[in-house]
């Protein structure tokens, strides 16, 4: 039996990583899905990578335009005649010293790694309460960076921020009597294409090693001894989204093979 069957989902930054896992993991399990990206070229890997299905539509999206947030719900809303479950994955990393880095570059991390949580979590609470008891399920993936320090000042603290947001919406639904579920997810170093274009050049904030050795040094802090993979943060998702979830919100999931343990 398929654990998502009717469900509809809402995944964005699904052109690739987690993302695309994602929309995989929830088509897999029943789900018909939304998919959005801010890259109009995901649509082509999207369905090269799922195939041909009815149960799979995409929209180019901005995850930092109130606009674009809109005419997705309303693409979703046309082509499934519903919301169940988003996935807030959209994210970006940019390498980023205390000492040098400008204020337009921090607007531009928190712009897109907060306020784009906050837009989609507003958007999808107003689009699930007209499911009545059915409700929802909200997912916004954060970081272990949301835990611990040690990326970079824009980047944990848009990350620490999704992870209180989603405590603090949790609760707020739980008191409005709202049967929305929310969630955040906290991967550690997952074999993404935005992790190996960060190990293919030398940091700044650890200038004098080489790229091999960064990659060495990081995957050695992981005490199970290598990075994730998408596929590993997607069935935890997956299980967030589902019912198997249904006394879970307010909560952090962490999936880092055992980075923050030690």
């Known amino acids: 039996m398929n654990r998502l069957d009717a469900k509809v989902a809402l995944v964005t930054g699904a052109g690739a990583g987690i993302g695309l896992a994602t929309v995989r993991a929830l088509l897999e399990a029943g789900a018909r899905v939304l998919a959005t990206d801010k890259d109009p070229n995901a649509e082509a890997v999207l369905h090269a990578a ?4 009815a149960d799979l539509d995409f929209v180019v999206h901005d995850v930092t335009s109130p606009a674009d947030w809109s005419a997705a719900i309303e693409r979703c809303n046309a082509r499934f005649e519903r919301l169940d479950i988003l996935v ?3 994210g970006i990393a940019v390498r980023e010293r205390l000492d040098e880095m400008d204020l337009a570059t921090w607007r531009k991390v928190l712009d897109v790694n907060l306020d784009g949580v906050f837009l989609g979590v507003q958007a999808a609470v107003a689009a699930m309460r007209l499911n ?3 409700g929802g399920s909200i997912i ?4 272990i960076m949301g835990l611990v320090g040690g990326a970079g000042p824009a980047y944990n603290a848009s990350k620490g921020g999704v992870r209180l947001l989603t405590k603090s919406v949790a609760a707020w639904c739980a008191r409005e009597g709202l049967p929305i579920r929310v969630n955040s997810v906290h991967p550690g170093y997952i074999r993404t294409n935005l992790i190996e274009n960060a190990f293919s050049q030398v940091d700044p904030i650890t200038d004098g090693y080489t790229p091999e050795e960064i990659r060495e040094t990081i995957r050695a ?4 001894g290598r990075f994730g993979e998408p596929e590993e943060v997607a069935r935890g998702i997956l ?3 589902s019912d198997d979830a249904s006394f879970m919100t307010g909560s952090e999931l962490v999936i880092d093979g055992g980075y923050t343990a030690v």
């Open 132 to 134: 009545g008891s059915a």
């Open 140 to 143: 916004n993936v954060s970081s």
């Open 88 to 90: 807030n994955n959209a």
């Open 239 to 241: 299980f967030l989204a």
């Open 50 to 53: 799922m195939g041909a299905t």
């Open 221 to 224: 802090l992981h005490p199970m």
